[in-house]
């Protein structure tokens, strides 16, 4: 049997479209929200899969949940609700709807006033699932006697639940790789960094990583990682039988409308593979450094540094601490319509109009080193290195300074005293990188007390933070920083002239922020640990609580 959808010349076979189905499918290609050839490839997915077909365009990435759910809302007549705006943990503390009935049906209650409860329904228009939840509800709760069904994307349904009772172990009906969008879904809308799926003996817990700490955000059964790792194994084009060996690569995918670049590593451990996923916005706006945090001074002598013809500038920081932020903020400061600007980064987080970008995805094809021999034959006035690591790149970079270019790079070192050391172990010559490097830039980042409540906690923030800030030192070096450098870069003689100069250090610039009540000085000991009786004594702010 064959039947024709009023959809172009669209043939499905076999398989009817409900009515309701076909009217969605006509509302789509008329608000040009998917094309013809997108719903042929649907309609195809369904015979094999047998899933909604309402499912499958969401998985494809053709359209928004929360787009279709509004037009599934308008069809039906039934209102629509964005449950991100909702913290529903309150109403389960009062209101004892059973979480296994919530998940079995895709519901969940989001707003209750006196004797009316407004429930959020992935399918409110199911007869059987309103009725069973109905019935329960008048129940147990007599007091209630208005029951109001909203439609809900039913990823946030399930992530809303996953709130109320984050280390229940997640038995519901959906499928692995449903239970994997909901989480990628809602690190997005929480501005996850890093999402960690970590596998021990009994589950599979996965946390999220908010303004730098990680936070518990559910627990899944174990019988459910095989999949979701495949699937994302699958995703970032790596090899699915290999389980004894790290792997790493990336995926694109398109979430509430932003483009999000999502690189997976994976990792063997005792009880199966560990998997980290980065989450990077393509169309997150590139920041000045007065945004970003740094004081006037340091960015006004940032900015005279990258205006140099040549040099060399080092940004210093752990891990994490926003590094590669802070030089495609320098970057984007300069003109490259008059300036050639070249870079080597592992990997490439944004894309900056003008500049010439280089991914170096795997070290034994192209090296740093490899990948500035060849820049330097591109005719560059600047380049930036993503991280001198080892001797042949720090050699190809001075090599670079000294024939009159502009290269900026970072180190791992504790401050901005310990960059001319790590330099020369890293084998440079005292000599010519006294004449080379033109400035140095530490940089922590620490989180930012909630402007609402003050690090009381509130719906707004987490714990009583909300995002984060810089802290910074910086020095300029001139000809007695270079005699320095030239004997042999003495960390005392260094940070002597550097008080004598009256450059600014990290606790100077993360106290100004206490007092100004950004952040705390809890938070400035987590970051920075504590400070050192030196400083202790000869620093009185160091007193403000």
Same mark, same amino acid.
């Given at each position: ?20 189905? !076909?009217?969605?499918?006509?509302? *789509? ?24 077909? /309402? ?186 039988? /290999? ?74 920081? &752990? ?29 490439? !987080? ?29 005719? &560059? ?98 000809? /007695? ?46 970051? *920075? ?17």
């Amino acid at each position: 049997m064959i039947i024709y959808i009023d959809i172009k010349n669209v043939l499905i076979l076999n398989k009817k479209l409900t009515y309701t189905e !076909e009217q969605l499918m006509h509302i *789509l290609v008329q608000r040009h929200l998917i094309t013809h050839d997108q719903i042929e490839v649907a309609l195809s997915d369904r015979l094999e899969t047998q899933h909604p077909i /309402e499912q499958i365009i969401v998985d494809l990435g053709y359209i928004c949940p929360i787009i279709l759910q509004k037009l599934k809302s308008e069809i039906s007549g039934l209102p629509c609700v964005d449950l991100s705006r909702y913290q529903i943990t309150d109403i389960f503390s009062t209101f004892p709807l059973p979480l296994h009935l919530c998940l079995e049906y895709k519901a969940c209650p989001f707003q209750q006033d006196g004797e009316t409860l407004w429930v959020a329904m992935s399918d409110p228009e199911n007869i059987k699932s309103v009725d069973q939840i109905r019935h329960y509800i008048y129940q147990t709760q007599p007091h209630i006697s208005t029951l109001h069904f909203y439609h809900a994307d039913d990823r946030q349904i399930m992530m809303q639940l996953q709130t109320v009772s984050p280390e229940q172990r997640l038995t519901a009906s959906d499928s692995p790789l449903v239970l994997l969008e909901h989480i990628i879904e809602e690190a997005v809308r929480k501005s996850v960094s890093d999402i960690h799926f970590q596998p021990d003996q009994r589950d599979i817990t996965v946390r999220f990583r908010i303004d730098g700490l990680l936070k518990t955000a559910c627990v899944l059964h174990p019988s459910k990682w095989s999949q979701i790792l495949n699937r994302l194994k699958v995703c970032a084009n790596l090899d699915i039988a /290999e389980t004894r060996r790290p792997q790493s690569g990336h995926f694109l995918k398109t979430i509430y409308a932003h483009d999000i670049d999502i690189r997976v590593s994976t990792h063997p451990t005792l009880y199966g593979e560990n998997a980290v996923l980065r989450l990077l916005d393509k169309a997150k706006r590139i920041l000045s450094l007065d945004e970003l945090g740094f004081p006037a001074v340091l960015a006004s002598n940032v900015r005279c540094m990258t205006k140099a013809p040549q040099g060399l500038i080092i940004l210093t920081g &752990p891990t994490g601490a926003g590094k590669t932020t802070t030089l495609y903020a320098l970057l984007s400061a300069m003109n490259p319509e008059s300036r050639n600007m070249m870079t080597l980064e592992a990997p490439i !987080e944004s894309v900056l109009p003008g500049i010439r970008q280089t991914e170096i995805r795997d070290h034994r094809q192209l090296t740093y080193a490899d990948g500035v021999r060849s820049l330097l034959r591109q005719d &560059p006035d600047v380049i930036l290195i993503g991280e001198m690591r080892d001797e042949e790149t720090a050699r190809m970079a001075l090599r670079a300074v000294l024939t009159g270019h502009l290269v900026l790079s970072t180190l791992h070192t504790q401050d901005v005293l310990g960059v001319p050391g790590r330099l020369l172990d890293l084998g440079l010559s005292p000599v010519l990188l006294a004449g080379a490097l033109q400035g140095v830039i530490a940089q922590r980042l620490v989180r930012c007390l909630c402007q609402t409540c003050y690090g009381e906690g509130c719906t707004q923030c987490t714990e009583g933070f909300k995002g984060r800030t810089v802290i910074a030192e910086h020095l300029v070096f001139d000809d /007695e920083f270079n005699d320095i450098i030239t004997n042999g870069g003495d960390r005392s003689a260094l940070s002597a002239l550097r008080k004598k100069r009256m450059f600014p250090t990290l606790w100077d610039h993360g106290l100004e922020l206490v007092e100004k009540r950004i952040t705390t000085r809890e938070e400035l000991i987590r970051v *920075l640990g504590m400070p050192s009786p030196t400083i202790e004594s000869n620093d009185s702010a160091l007193s403000i609580p």
